[in-house]
């Protein structure tokens, strides 16, 4: 049995330019085909795009083409987030924010 872990990395971005407020905090969640959380971060965010990086037993998620990223960013700007789960890839994971309206 192996006892690496399977680890997610990326970004969260969004094409708003302004200047993240100090206290952003950015949340991902990884994700899997039946949308059970099988890891998750919070994050101080100063600036985007804001890297993370997610690590999960593999044996939690044993079809890894069956695997999500969920992400929002909360600051007083603001929040953003994934409007639907996006599908993890073996290179970056570059995920796009839009604009939650308050």
Do not use: C, H
Request: charged share 20%; hydrophobic share 45%.
């Amino acid at each position: 049995m192996s006892s690496e872990l399977l680890t997610v990395t990326g970004t969260v971005y969004f094409r708003e330019k302004i200047s993240l407020p100090p206290g952003a905090i950015a949340t991902i969640k990884l994700v899997d085909g039946e949308g059970e959380v099988l890891a998750g971060t919070a994050i101080s965010s100063v600036a985007v795009p804001t890297e993370f990086s997610l690590s999960a037993d593999p044996a939690f998620a044993p079809d890894p083409d069956q695997l999500f990223i969920w992400a929002a960013l909360r600051s007083e700007a603001g929040v953003w987030g994934t409007t639907e789960l996006v599908p993890v890839t073996a290179d970056a994971n570059a995920v796009l924010l839009t604009k939650i309206e308050d």
